[in-house]
């Protein structure tokens, strides 16, 4: 039987592959985890490559300012579909309030570091083939590769064991709903200062 975990780097890795050879390739049909994991790499893949281009200095500071709002808009989606996952695998799991041990790290969160490992997998291998480039910078490259295999292959068994573990009542986790304030015109001073009502300085 595939393990939740499984299904999910599994995912991941077919749609880093897809995108970068149909960029505009809709994630398929599937179970609503699995969909909720697309859509959550779907933001990791973008900001990935938005934040390689915000990096160039060579088109101008409009380039730049587009960008960096892109990234901002990402992110928060990015970790809107974290939280999403995670509420899902509440219904599914049924944490214990308490009783057992509390585990740092919610599964979303931990779904969200292998779509990044994902990328970082699919980039460094890019990178070790790359025939324009010198065998020493292949061989430093593909050396972080194994690493980065190695990485993604042990938090892959972390989320297996932990949803296992929760769904056996042994450990559980709870989901705070982050309150990303930079977004928040509310609550981002740089937005809301000089409006009208807005908290003033004590000096």
């Known amino acids: 039987m595939t393990t939740i975990a499984t299904a999910v780097t599994g995912l991941q890795a077919r749609l880093t592959q897809l995108w970068h050879e149909q960029p505009g390739a809709a994630i398929p049909e599937s179970t609503p985890l699995l969909r909720l994991a697309g859509e959550n790499h779907r933001r990791n893949f973008d900001l990935w490559h938005t934040e390689d281009e915000a990096r ?3 088109l101008g500071p409009e380039h730049v300012y587009r960008a960096k709002r892109a990234i901002d808009r990402l992110n928060q989606e990015r970790n809107d579909f ?4 995670d509420e899902w695998l509440i219904n599914e ?5 308490t009783g057992c041990p509390l585990n740092s790290e919610t599964p979303g ?3 969200d570091r292998l779509s990044i490992l994902a990328l970082k997998t699919y980039h460094m291998a890019v990178e070790a083939d790359r025939t324009d480039a010198s065998s020493e910078h292949r061989q430093k490259a593909t050396q972080k590769r194994v690493i980065l295999d190695r990485q993604r292959a042990d938090l892959q068994a972390c989320l297996q ?3 296992a573990d929760v769904a056996q009542g042994r450990r559980t986790f709870r989901v705070y709903f ?3 304030m930079y977004n928040d015109p509310t609550l981002n001073p740089a937005l809301y200062a000089g409006r009208a009502g807005a908290p003033r300085s004590k000096d």
């Open 109 to 111: 969160m931990m779904i």
């Open 82 to 85: 974290i939280q999403r996952m």
């Open 56 to 58: 160039r200095d060579d």
């Open 161 to 163: 064991e932990l949803n």
């Open 93 to 97: 799991l049924h944490p214990p309030a």
């Open 178 to 180: 982050q309150f990303k």
